[in-house]
């Protein structure tokens, strides 16, 4: 996280919440990208396989 705000308030309270909302954000970014990361582990196929399984209710065609 950055040291300094890249947005300057005119009053601490007001700059306090600006701060918390950018953790926040960086909080909920970092979530998204471990969810899309969990995600596209269990969607990729299994080494020497022939299916793509895209669900773990998938079928192989063999």
Known sequence: MRNKPS???L?????????????ALSNWT???AEI???IRKR???MP?????FTS???KCAK
Do not use: D, F, I, W
């Open 7 to 9: 947005v300057q308030a």
């Open 11 to 23: 009053c601490p309270e007001y700059q306090k919440l600006l701060n918390e909302e950018q953790v």
């Open 43 to 45: 969607v990729s196929p």
């Open 30 to 32: 970092r979530g998204r």
């Open 36 to 38: 899309h990361e969990s």
């Open 56 to 58: 773990m209710t998938a």
């Open 48 to 52: 020497g396989h022939c299916c793509n």
